[in-house]
């Protein structure tokens, strides 16, 4: 099998849940390091596979598609169809699709955007995120208290779209101690067979 060639930032938790969900499928791959600083992502041939200029994208034999999202559904439904990684029973499937929304808005204004802030240098509002982030982490370690997994009764692309951005947190100045249940369901993922770290970054002094 040819391997699927993943364009990423190695910092880059959108990247890291492309190449988690690679990784625990056993599919074959490499990564392509893209230069973001001195404009790789905007070069003519990446803009002609992800056309907005973004990371994660994929290329699978000539078959292109950005977005981490959109390629988690892809890899599954072409690789594992009709497993626990994506369920088909209609309600099973709705909160698969809830968490998914949940990684593309909550997660991204929350834990994602802190650390753009920490780890990147961005101007989002790192107060708002940091609070945005302990908002959420509230309601998915009522969510968990009791359960093990996000969307099912087994792990599902919902906990690999979920994780990196969540487990790389404190990077960004949001802690994670006062969520015991969210901290095991990390270590959950992470004992996963073939589970695959992200590249971390040095912890920020926080004031």
């Not at 249940?181 to 993922?189: D, F, G, K, Q, S």
């Amino acid at each position: 099998m040819t391997p699927i060639k993943l364009y990423r930032n190695p910092k880059s938790g959108h990247c890291h849940r492309v190449e988690l969900m690679l990784a625990f499928l056993g599919l074959p791959y490499e990564t392509i390091d893209l230069d973001m600083a001195n404009g790789a992502h905007k070069a003519p041939d990446f803009l002609k596979i992800s056309p907005f200029g973004l990371v994660p994208a994929i290329d699978d034999n000539g078959y292109t598609l950005a977005d981490s999202n959109a390629i988690l559904v892809y890899l599954v439904q072409t690789y594992a169809p009709g497993t626990h990684w994506m369920p088909t029973e209609a309600k099973d499937a709705a909160e698969v699709q809830r968490w998914l929304t949940v990684a593309a808005d909550n997660i991204y204004a929350g834990p994602c955007a802190a650390r753009l802030v920490k780890v990147f240098g961005t101007t989002h509002d790192h107060a708002a995120a940091v609070a945005k982030a302990h908002d959420l982490f509230a309601v998915m370690e009522a969510h968990l208290t009791g359960r093990d997994w996000l969307a099912t009764a087994q792990i599902s692309i919902a906990d690999v779209a979920g994780y990196s951005y969540i487990a790389h947190a404190p990077e960004g100045g949001v802690d994670l101690a006062p969520y015991p249940a969210l901290r095991a369901w990390l270590a959950r993922v992470e004992a996963q067979p073939d589970f695959v770290p992200m590249a971390t970054s040095p912890l920020p002094e926080l004031a």
